[in-house]
């Protein structure tokens, strides 16, 4: 979204535009990039968004509406909101910034740079995991290290895993056909997924995946790009576990670890790969899907049992036998003040299984 903004700015700055409205369909983190970018550039930028209603995160609403740009929330899903951004920007003088845009792309590619270089550039035994949305990150990453490859900077490509949640899977199902030329994409009717952002049934960049899937294992001489598909119940049990080992993964996140679990299951991956997971958002932006799973109340049709060993919720200590306890307002002195103390401890130190120094 950077370089986007930094190409409308440019061309605003060399007097070739004026006025701009820049325009995307999100699930919410593209419209919160977005708005942020266009914020810095007003008055000559303007922002407007459109979001599935009732398909953000409140914590995803905020930051467009912080950032000061027109939010129109229209019914159904990313799906139905990209066809009518697309339809404003073929019939209006906007700015599309979804990743249908080449300004998106370029600036996505960097990722594969900066992978790239962090490894010395010896990507030989590296392998991407990308969730799939709109497919504009996993294209990307394939372009930027096939121009790294084919500029002499790196001498291999690393393997990518695209993943794909079974509620929102037609990159998956149009790659289990192992004959290319039998091959037929069907966009499919998504269903709730707590990886919001890749719930998406007809990905706009679906003809430059099939484009740059074929250029790149062509490139290899062998197949480098995989596919695989994973439950929702998988998707929330390894965004928790990678946060108990401390990341701060998103639910996209979790659907990448999931996807590198069924990569190893399938036999993708080689022992010594290194493995670099993409987690698109912080986690405090889906932080309603954990409460829902610590909650044990995750609607039906995500298909989410919690596992009891992952779930963790807070422990009320009240002492029954205190007759005075603070409050706001009302604190507690002198003696009943020593006893609360005293007898929270205790509480606290039975629970927790502690020794006495």
Same mark, same amino acid.
């Given at each position: 979204?950077?370089s986007?903004?930094s190409?409308?700015n440019?061309m605003?700055?060399?007097g070739y535009?004026?006025d701009?409205l820049t325009i995307c369909?999100s699930?919410?983190?593209?419209s919160?990039?977005?708005?942020?970018?266009?914020?810095?550039?007003?008055?000559?930028?303007?922002?407007a968004v459109?979001?599935?209603?009732k398909?953000?995160?409140p914590?995803q609403l905020?930051?467009?509406?912080? %950032? @000061?740009a027109?939010v +129109?929330?229209?019914? $159904?899903?990313?799906?139905?909101?990209? =066809?009518?951004?697309?339809?404003? !920007? *073929?019939?209006y003088?906007?700015a599309?910034?979804?990743?249908?845009n080449?300004?998106r792309?370029?600036?996505?590619?960097?990722?594969s740079y900066e992978?790239?270089?962090?490894?010395?550039?010896?990507?030989?035994?590296?392998v991407?995991v990308l969730p799939?949305g709109?497919?504009?990150?996993?294209?990307?990453v394939? %372009? @930027?290290?096939?121009? +790294?490859?084919?500029t $002499?900077?790196i001498s291999?490509?690393? =393997?990518?895993?695209?993943?794909? !949640? *079974?509620?929102?899977?037609?990159?998956?199902?149009?790659?289990?056909?192992p004959?290319?030329?039998?091959?037929?994409?069907?966009p499919v009717t998504?269903k709730?997924?707590?990886?919001?952002?890749?719930?998406?049934?007809n990905?706009?960049?679906?003809?430059?995946?099939?484009?740059?899937v074929?250029?790149y294992?062509? %490139?290899?001489?062998?197949r480098?790009?995989?596919?695989?598909e994973?439950?929702?119940?998988?998707?929330m049990?390894?965004e928790?576990v990678?946060?108990?080992?401390?990341?701060i993964?998103?639910?996209?996140?979790?659907e990448c670890?999931?996807?590198?679990?069924?990569?190893?299951e399938r036999?993708?991956l080689?022992g010594?790969d290194?493995?670099i997971?993409?987690?698109?958002a912080?986690?405090?932006?889906?932080?309603?899907f954990?409460?829902?799973?610590?909650?044990?109340?995750?609607?039906?049709?995500?298909?989410?049992?919690?596992?009891?060993?992952?779930?963790?919720?807070?422990?009320?200590?009240?002492?029954q036998d205190?007759d005075?306890v603070?409050?706001?307002?009302?604190?507690?002195?002198g003696e009943?003040?020593?006893?609360?103390v005293?007898r929270?401890a205790?509480e606290?130190?039975t629970?927790?299984d502690?020794?006495?120094?």
């Amino acid at each position: 979204m950077a370089s986007a903004l930094s190409y409308i700015n440019f061309m605003i700055q060399k007097g070739y535009l004026s006025d701009v409205l820049t325009i995307c369909a999100s699930t919410g983190d593209t419209s919160a990039s977005a708005a942020l970018y266009a914020s810095y550039l007003q008055p000559q930028v303007k922002s407007a968004v459109l979001l599935p209603r009732k398909k953000v995160t409140p914590q995803q609403l905020s930051q467009p509406l912080g %950032s @000061g740009a027109a939010v +129109f929330e229209i019914p $159904g899903v990313f799906d139905d909101c990209m =066809k009518v951004v697309e339809a404003l !920007s *073929e019939n209006y003088n906007v700015a599309l910034l979804n990743s249908k845009n080449a300004w998106r792309i370029l600036g996505q590619e960097s990722y594969s740079y900066e992978i790239a270089q962090d490894l010395e550039y010896d990507v030989s035994k590296t392998v991407v995991v990308l969730p799939i949305g709109n497919a504009g990150n996993i294209t990307a990453v394939m %372009s @930027g290290f096939l121009k +790294f490859y084919e500029t $002499g900077i790196i001498s291999a490509l690393p =393997k990518i895993i695209g993943v794909q !949640s *079974e509620h929102a899977n037609p990159v998956y199902r149009y790659y289990l056909e192992p004959d290319a030329d039998k091959r037929k994409f069907e966009p499919v009717t998504v269903k709730s997924s707590v990886a919001q952002a890749a719930m998406i049934g007809n990905p706009v960049s679906m003809p430059r995946v099939i484009h740059l899937v074929k250029q790149y294992n062509e %490139s290899a001489d062998r197949r480098m790009v995989f596919f695989v598909e994973v439950s929702e119940q998988n998707i929330m049990d390894c965004e928790i576990v990678a946060n108990r080992n401390g990341h701060i993964a998103c639910t996209h996140g979790g659907e990448c670890l999931a996807g590198l679990l069924m990569a190893k299951e399938r036999g993708i991956l080689d022992g010594q790969d290194i493995a670099i997971l993409d987690s698109t958002a912080h986690a405090l932006k889906f932080a309603g899907f954990q409460e829902m799973y610590f909650a044990q109340q995750f609607p039906p049709d995500y298909n989410i049992s919690p596992n009891p060993d992952l779930i963790n919720t807070p422990v009320y200590i009240y002492p029954q036998d205190l007759d005075k306890v603070p409050a706001p307002g009302k604190p507690l002195s002198g003696e009943d003040f020593k006893r609360f103390v005293t007898r929270v401890a205790k509480e606290i130190a039975t629970k927790l299984d502690l020794e006495k120094a």
